[in-house]
């Protein structure tokens, strides 16, 4: 399956929320031109390298990261 052209200035957001009080915890956003750029992966990237981001500021559970493969 192929990701749909953006329109110019589109923005793509990416969110993740508390698993214990759904909370927001972080939110990515790119204006994608080009999907070749991985921007998906680059979100990703910098959620999980932070721990900051993780961490819920409602109740304090942190988002553990993805064990590496």
């Given at each position: ?48 390298e932070s ?13 553990p990261a993805?064990?590496?493969?």
């Open positions: 399956m192929q990701e749909r052209a953006r329109r110019k200035g589109e923005v793509d957001r990416f969110q993740w929320f508390c698993q214990t009080c759904d909370h927001p915890l972080h939110e990515e956003s790119f204006t994608v031109a080009d999907y070749n750029a991985d921007p998906v992966s680059k979100a990703y990237r910098n959620f999980f721990e900051a981001f993780r961490t819920c500021k409602a109740c304090g559970t942190v988002m993805p064990e590496s493969t």
